[in-house]
């Protein structure tokens, strides 16, 4: 559409030269002439606007613009196939070239099952076959356009793009799969509603138990085969790491367990301390005890050192670390040699025991020279 301009004496268009000006009726003084272009050239805009929307020009419908502008311009069916989409613009429309921008909405009459293409007619300068994108720009995906759904797309100039996500786009909710474990607590086998078919890369697996687990864990939904629960880092389970329900995500390899009953440490959870006697004249039988006692807060492994450093000629003395939890004490190591020894034990913990950590050492014969003794310990979150 042009901008019109007022007629002059001769019946034509002045092109800008004279201005529109209003009639005064009551003083004779005559007003612009328009030419007919511009209601014929108005009209024309309007009903190309109608057909581009495919719509048919009705004389008693007044609200055709309206309608054409909220549909837009609208192919249609697409015909072609699934994946290679042909449409042509509607009730014979011809534009001058496709500009960048342009929007078009058409129906899918089969789902595609790849990438797709588009060849859309109806322009002086034909575009030819372009592709159709998601719009992120990537190829569409199978199922991206399903039998029947209408879409938007717009021309980048130099493709088309969907103009919402497709639905590959979107991420869906996870599976959520629920049952009640039939083995132990320590190997999983359940049934599960709905039933899966395989392990699921992100799925969410909730199965009740009836107690806490004793240490590592496997699962086996469905007969689908046995998989390892691990924690979020990878680790096997610990005690106590499951209460009385497992929530469960499949990770391509491992189930991983999300909900941990015992609280992950954080970063400097752990710690390290001792006591020392120095040249100390030990008795034959006697024990010489170092002890320390501590809380544990966060789930870990605990290690006790008993160090004696004795000459060979103070002869045998026996040297033991142990570890007590909760009171129960744990199995530990001892060695009974001549001269120097070291004796190590690892316990794993749970938050809220109470471990006492301890070096004995008791001489066999009664040492002529002065030993020394060391007690250290150290805690790992893990």
């Known amino acids: 559409m042009r901008k019109h301009y007022p007629l002059n004496a001769a019946g034509a268009e002045d092109a800008g030269l004279l201005p529109w000006t209003d009639g005064v009726p009551a003083t004779g003084v005559e007003g612009s002439y328009p030419g007919h272009a511009l209601i014929t050239d ?11 929307a495919g719509l048919i020009a009705s004389g008693t419908d007044l609200t055709q613009l309206a309608q054409a502008i909220s549909r837009g311009i609208y192919v249609g069916g697409f015909t072609g196939s699934a994946n290679a989409l042909a449409a042509s613009l509607p009730n014979s429309v011809a534009f001058p070239s496709l500009l960048p921008g342009m929007r078009f909405q058409g129906i899918a009459l089969a789902t595609n099952t790849g990438a797709v293409t588009l060849a859309l007619s109806g322009f002086a300068t034909p575009p030819g076959t372009l592709n159709l994108l998601r719009r992120d720009g990537l190829a569409l995906r199978p199922g991206d356009v399903p039998v029947g759904m209408p879409f938007s797309f717009v021309y980048d100039g130099a493709a088309y793009r969907m ?22 607590v320590d190997a999983i086998v359940a049934d599960l509603t709905p039933s899966p078919t395989a392990y699921e890369l992100g799925a969410l697996y909730l199965v009740s138990l009836s107690g806490p687990n004793t240490g590592a864990v496997t699962a086996n939904f469905e007969a689908l085969g046995v998989k390892n629960v691990v924690r979020s880092n990878g680790n096997p389970l610990r005690a106590g790491d499951i209460s009385r329900v497992a929530v469960l995500t499949y990770d391509g390899t491992n189930l991983v367990l999300i909900n941990l009953a015992q609280e992950i440490a954080p970063p400097g959870s752990a710690f390290a301390g001792g006591q020392n006697k120095f040249a100390f004249q030990a008795t034959q039988g006697v024990p010489s005890v170092l002890q320390a006692s501590f809380t544990i807060r966060y789930a870990g492994v605990v290690t006790a050192f008993s160090t004696l450093n004795s000459s060979p000629q103070n002869g045998n003395i026996q040297n033991t670390a142990s570890i007590s939890v909760n009171g129960t004490p744990q199995s530990g190591g001892t060695d009974t040699i001549v001269g120097a020894s070291n004796s190590i034990i690892n316990v794993d913990v749970r938050p809220g025991d109470v471990v006492l950590v301890t070096s004995t050492v008791i001489p066999a014969d009664q040492p002529p020279a002065n030993v020394s003794q060391y007690l250290r310990y150290q805690f790992a979150p893990g």
């Open 42 to 52: 108005t009209e024309a805009e309007v009903l190309a606007a109608t057909a581009a």
């Open 163 to 184: 103009a919402v996500p497709a639905r590959s786009e979107i991420k869906e909710s996870a599976p959520v799969y629920q049952g009640a474990n039939t083995g132990t």
